[in-house]
């Protein structure tokens, strides 16, 4: 049997960094994405964004979020 010798790695950084599936998926290593805090500033939420507790405060919340803050944040992710 021939020895082909032993194998290293070229110096520097090694070429595949370990990164997790949610790394990938947020865009670490594309880049980014959009911070939502620059696209959805808090007083254009609060104007669309409504709680109320139909049945008093020891009753389930109702939650109504309008249409304009679900297509921005739907847009941070088709942004991606």
């Known amino acids: ?19 997790s599936w949610a790394q990938r998926v947020t865009g670490l290593s594309a880049g980014g994405r959009m ?13 669309r964004v409504h709680l109320e507790f139909p049945n008093g405060e ?5 939650i109504t ?5 679900l297509d921005a944040m739907n847009g941070l992710w088709n942004s991606v």
């Open 1 to 19: 049997m021939a020895d082909i010798g032993e194998k290293s790695q070229p110096p520097g950084d090694p070429p595949d960094e370990r990164m």
């Open 35 to 47: 911070v939502p805090e620059s696209v959805l500033n808090d007083e254009f939420v609060a104007e």
């Open 58 to 62: 020891d009753g389930e919340p109702v």
């Open 65 to 69: 979020i309008g249409t304009k803050v």
